[in-house]
């Protein structure tokens, strides 16, 4: 969300800002906006100005009424009568254009980071770091067609079930993917110091709004009578400190959170890409980070998130590359975003297996998450980040791909033995 005041006060950075993240006619939104202000600030000036006679003629009934003068007594009250016509008339106004206002200002992405580079798409990322040797040599499987030979895959039956874009696990593939998951989430609690937290499923739609997938992404969610299932875990642990003033001792060290949850996406805009296999299914459970930081700590937690994501990769001995995102082709709510793709040697390239993003106070200011500072009366935004710590499908697939033998089984990374009881190949 944006603030109208700091339009008002350099709509050239607005306009800018929005035209290098693809708004059309960006110039167009900014006039709209500033218009809408003038007259939401005029329709409030006009509604204060007429309550102010309306209360002033009111207190010259009783007196014109003491002095038996009903003639005037008569006038004032035809005064306050037609005032009061003024102030609901005022009040309509300034309710339909601060709706417009705000409709409008929620549509709009967040503004790009000052060293986020310019670009229309994802050939204007900038690569980072890489991070470990790709597999070379011999034929990798398609993750799906191993998982299928090895029966343990089974794309069929939740088709039967529950149509396109869905997978049963079975077995020993079954298990791996729980051990990711918990593996996971024991690194960033006991090593990165995030609190585990088990939030709703299902939200309402304020909480969407709070963190940007409403109004514009309402296609790509899946709703359940008055509630929606989460896309993300983002939803559920960023609205924790939704509407909440936070005393800034709280934030002395960043809020850090952290849940191992199902996620639930239509992929309504994603027709024809990675229609089989696990890339890009329906249901999927993913690591989500979340920190909550003074304005000031942010960019530091950034960083730090996008490490709490990588040594996650480096355990598993799984290759991967940071790619810094260009303007075009960030999220909606974030400033600045790094995504780690990880090797998939089936297709001799990196895929993105975790985004981090820093999102500013452009989150809290939808959600009115606040703090403040000690020793001050004013309240400040949050700032909020998210980030995956990684997606449990995709690092699966990862390991499927980059651990198979020429026997056709899958071996299982070192990290993961501890979870595994004693289990050393899937497929065995």
């Known amino acids: 969300m944006h603030d109208i005041r700091a339009i008002r006060d350099n709509p050239a950075a607005f306009v800018s800002g929005w035209s290098s993240r693809g708004v059309e006619d960006a110039q167009a939104v900014v006039d709209r906006a500033l218009e809408l202000d003038r007259q939401l600030r005029a329709a409030q000036t006009a509604g204060q100005e007429a309550l102010a006679k309306r209360n ?19 006038r ?83 088709a039967r079930m529950s149509g396109a ?32 937290v088990n939030p709703p499923y299902l939200v309402r739609d304020e909480a969407m709004f709070g963190t940007g997938q409403l109004p514009k992404f309402e296609e790509d969610l899946f709703r359940v009578g008055e509630h929606l299932l989460i896309p993300t875990a983002e939803v559920s642990l960023t609205n924790l400190v939704r ?62 998130m996008v490490r709490c994501a990588e040594v996650v990769l480096e355990k598993l001995e799984l290759p991967y590359r940071r790619m810094l995102l260009c303007k075009g082709d960030m999220g909606f709510s974030a400033r600045k975003t790094f995504d780690l793709e990880v090797w998939l040697p089936s297709q001799g390239t990196y895929r993105e297996i975790s985004s981090c993003s820093n999102c500013g106070d452009f989150q809290a200011r939808r959600m009115d998450a606040r703090f403040k500072r000690a020793g001050e009366k004013k309240t400040e935004f949050v700032h909020t980040l998210n980030g995956s710590g990684l997606a449990v499908g995709r690092t699966l697939v990862a390991i499927m ?25 899937v497929g065995a």
């Open 76 to 158: 004032l009250k035809a005064e306050v009568e037609a005032l009061k016509g003024e102030i609901a008339a005022a009040e309509k106004v300034e309710a339909e254009v601060g709706k417009e206002l705000r409709d409008l200002l929620a549509a709009q992405k967040n503004l790009a980071a000052d060293d986020v580079p310019d670009g229309e798409d994802e050939a204007g990322n900038v690569e980072v770091s890489r991070w470990g040797e790709p597999r070379e040599g011999g034929q990798a499987k398609d993750h799906a067609d191993l998982g299928e030979a090895l029966g343990l895959l089974d794309f069929e039956a939740a």
């Open 56 to 74: 002033a003629a009111s207190k010259l009934i009783g007196a014109a009424m003491a002095k038996k003068d009903m003639a005037e007594a008569d």
């Open 243 to 304: 509407e909440q003033i936070l005393p800034e001792d709280q934030l002395a060290e960043p809020m850090r959170l952290t849940a191992l949850t199902p996620c639930f996406r239509a992929e309504a805009g994603s027709a024809g890409r990675d229609t089989r296999g696990l890339i890009r299914q329906h249901q999927f459970h993913k690591v989500e980070l979340v920190s909550i930081t003074r304005p000031e700590d942010s960019e530091a937690e950034h960083e730090r």
């Open 401 to 425: 791909e980059n651990y198979q033998d020429e026997d056709g089984r899958i071996a299982v990374p070192p990290a993961l033995l501890p979870y595994m009881g004693g289990v050393t190949h």
């Open 165 to 196: 874009r869905f997978a049963v696990l079975k077995g020993g593939l079954a298990r791996l993917e729980r051990a990711v998951g918990q593996f996971m989430l024991d690194v960033q609690t006991a090593e990165h110091g995030y609190l585990e």
